[in-house]
């Protein structure tokens, strides 16, 4: 694997690093980490990869590596650099032959999403993209019982992520994070909602098995000099007939990483929660709740969340074996050349199409906004 991002100073990188080495299925060869030539430098001298091989540009990667013979060539490049650069390299490197897997969202615009999906259907090379939460084996058991119908006909879905990092103005006291998610150039054409609030519709609807179809957006700036959203909420109703409604904001004080989801139909609940990630709680109709343990094999744990658990009951998994998930089964698809098992270039299409939505929904006096077409250009 190469990587584009990530070096010195940065967050994400480093976790997707971490997460890759977890199974042994992927060696890290070679990268371009930072724009800044020493920056760039030191992050390769780090990761103890020769410096022949530390470009200085993601060009030069792309450009090099692909010269390489077959057999020393990387063969999938991660990309975690700020949004803007995500769908121009993403095509860059399926053009010159190697898988991709992204970090979210895809693109800066359902349109660059479409000719990114064109690119891949005509490429031959897997893409996926890192929504992480669907990486947690309760987060596939809780879809399991929802497809087995276990809750029966689905009624609402209530999904929040709330965070409280951004509460006070941390661009302008310096923090690199915060600084480019708060321009338009780089981040987008939201703030919140682009960042988390696409996570959390991306979980909605995958363990729903329902898609959104229409919703009403509300959208804030509740710290002065902001040009993105750090704040919304989202009345929406699905294709299944289920409504909800969809909070993400990080201006919540004291809160970390809160995401939860909640699940309601005829015959009972589901909830689950990020900061507590191997429990699903059951509410089953006129029985007392159940709470669902991750690594307790009493014969109902599904196939799909056994084959993501690693450890023995009582020993937390979490986020890094979540993204490992991921990167094992993405390996497994670059070897077998099957379908990855992971979110994709769908699910890119359906994220960048919510935030347009939403965005549609808070300019616009209608109480409801038609969800985005996201038919693929070809």
């Given at each position: 694997?190469?990587?584009?991002?990530?070096?010195?100073?940065a967050?994400?990188?480093?976790?997707?690093?971490?997460?890759?080495?977890?199974d042994?299925?992927?060696?890290?060869?070679?990268?371009?980490?930072?724009?800044?030539?020493?920056?760039?430098?030191?992050?390769?001298?780090?990761?103890?990869?020769?410096?022949?091989?530390?470009?200085?540009?993601?060009?030069?990667?792309?450009?090099?590596?692909?010269?390489?013979?077959?057999?020393?060539?990387?063969?999938?490049?991660?990309?975690?650099?700020?949004?803007?650069?995500?769908?121009?390299i993403?095509?860059?490197?399926?053009?010159?032959?190697?898988?991709?897997?992204?970090?979210?969202?895809?693109?800066?615009?359902?349109?660059?999403?479409?000719?990114?999906?064109?690119?891949?259907?005509?490429?031959?090379?897997?893409?996926?993209?890192?929504?992480?939460?669907?990486?947690?084996?309760?987060?596939?058991?809780?879809?399991?019982?929802?497809?087995?119908?276990?809750?029966?006909?689905?009624?609402?879905?209530?999904?929040?992520?709330?965070?409280?990092?951004?509460?006070?103005?941390?661009?302008?006291?310096?923090?690199?994070?915060a600084?480019?998610?708060?321009?338009?150039?780089?981040?987008?054409?939201?703030?919140?909602?682009?960042?988390?609030?696409?996570?959390?519709?991306?979980?909605?609807?995958?363990?729903?098995?329902?898609?959104?179809?229409?919703?009403?957006?509300?959208?804030?700036?509740?710290?002065?000099?902001?040009?993105?959203?750090?704040?919304?909420?989202?009345l929406f109703q699905?294709?299944?007939?289920?409504?909800?409604?969809?909070?993400?904001?990080?201006?919540?004080?004291?809160?970390?990483?809160?995401?939860?989801?909640?699940l309601?139909?005829?015959?009972?609940?589901?909830?689950?929660?990020?900061?507590?990630?191997?429990?699903?709680?059951?509410?089953?109709?006129?029985?007392a709740?159940?709470?669902?343990?991750?690594?307790?094999?009493?014969?109902?744990?599904?196939d799909?969340a056994?084959?993501?658990?690693?450890?023995?009951?009582?020993?937390?998994?979490?986020?890094?074996?979540?993204?490992?998930?991921?990167?094992?089964?993405?390996?497994?698809?670059?070897?077998?050349?099957?379908?990855?098992?992971?979110p994709?270039?769908?699910?890119?299409?359906?994220?960048?199409?919510?935030?347009?939505?939403?965005?549609?929904?808070?300019?616009?006096?209608?109480?409801?906004?038609?969800?985005?077409?996201t038919?693929?250009?070809?």
């Amino acid at each position: 694997m190469g990587m584009v991002g990530g070096g010195e100073g940065a967050f994400i990188g480093q976790v997707h690093r971490q997460a890759m080495r977890l199974d042994d299925r992927i060696e890290l060869v070679c990268g371009a980490f930072s724009r800044d030539p020493e920056n760039n430098r030191r992050s390769g001298e780090a990761l103890h990869l020769s410096p022949e091989r530390c470009y200085r540009s993601w060009e030069a990667l792309l450009t090099e590596e692909q010269a390489r013979p077959e057999d020393q060539r990387m063969e999938l490049l991660a990309i975690v650099t700020p949004n803007h650069l995500h769908a121009p390299i993403a095509e860059a490197a399926l053009r010159a032959g190697f898988h991709v897997f992204s970090e979210k969202p895809a693109a800066l615009s359902l349109a660059e999403v479409q000719r990114l999906a064109a690119t891949l259907a005509g490429s031959e090379r897997l893409y996926g993209l890192a929504h992480t939460y669907q990486g947690y084996p309760m987060v596939w058991q809780a879809r399991q019982m929802v497809r087995a119908g276990v809750l029966g006909r689905l009624r609402k879905v209530y999904v929040e992520y709330p965070q409280g990092w951004l509460s006070q103005d941390q661009a302008g006291q310096g923090n690199k994070q915060a600084v480019w998610r708060g321009e338009p150039e780089q981040a987008g054409p939201s703030g919140c909602m682009g960042d988390i609030g696409v996570h959390a519709f991306n979980l909605a609807e995958f363990v729903s098995c329902q898609r959104i179809e229409r919703l009403c957006a509300d959208l804030g700036v509740h710290v002065a000099g902001r040009q993105l959203d750090d704040d919304g909420a989202v009345l929406f109703q699905t294709d299944g007939g289920a409504s909800g409604v969809l909070i993400a904001s990080q201006v919540c004080t004291g809160e970390e990483n809160a995401l939860t989801l909640r699940l309601y139909g005829e015959r009972g609940g589901l909830e689950w929660r990020q900061e507590e990630p191997n429990s699903l709680v059951h509410r089953p109709l006129g029985e007392a709740q159940r709470l669902l343990r991750a690594g307790v094999d009493q014969g109902w744990l599904c196939d799909e969340a056994l084959r993501r658990l690693r450890l023995p009951a009582g020993h937390p998994e979490g986020y890094l074996e979540a993204m490992a998930n991921l990167y094992s089964d993405f390996a497994t698809a670059i070897r077998s050349g099957a379908t990855p098992d992971v979110p994709g270039i769908e699910a890119g299409l359906r994220g960048m199409a919510f935030i347009e939505t939403v965005l549609a929904s808070h300019r616009s006096d209608s109480k409801w906004t038609a969800f985005a077409a996201t038919e693929r250009q070809v």
